[in-house]
């Protein structure tokens, strides 16, 4: 019987795990999409700048860092939101049984699951960025 308790137990908590990768997943294709969008629009802007000088890695890493801070940014507010909610429904009221666990993160594994979303996001913003370092300055300028 408790075998099939915790069973059920696990697998609720592999569902809710299954989410939460999704929405993992969602949000970085998002950073992608939104970058591509970026580079589109600033088409002008990447234009100005490679006709002041800008070489075409500078513009790329500029586009880069961009992508990074804002999914740095995600992830820090990902791992602070969580781990206070975590702590305020652990020391509630509703789960009075619970008092002598104790709270405790899994360091090892945020840090693991935060550098696997940060390097991703990076992946799905390359393309957008090596479009963007690759755009002509006279095309670029010509107004439409």
């Known amino acids: 019987m408790i075998e099939d308790v915790m069973a059920m137990s696990r697998g609720f908590m592999r569902v809710l795990q299954s989410f939460m990768a999704l929405g993992l997943f969602v949000g970085i294709a998002a950073l992608g999409v939104i970058s591509l969008r970026s580079v589109v629009e600033r088409r002008q802007q990447i234009g100005m700048l490679r006709a002041i000088g800008y070489q075409r890695g500078t513009v790329a890493l500029s586009f880069m860092l961009e992508s990074g801070f804002i999914a740095l940014m995600g992830i820090a507010s990902g791992v602070i939101g969580a781990s206070i909610l975590a702590w305020s429904l ?37 393309w957008p960025s090596s479009r963007a370092s690759s755009v002509a300055v006279a095309d670029a300028l010509r107004y439409e």
């Open 90 to 126: 652990l020391t509630s009221t509703a789960f009075a049984g619970t008092a002598r666990i104790g709270f405790a993160i899994p360091w090892p594994d945020v840090i693991g699951y935060s550098l696997t979303a940060f390097v991703f996001s990076l992946l799905a913003t390359w």
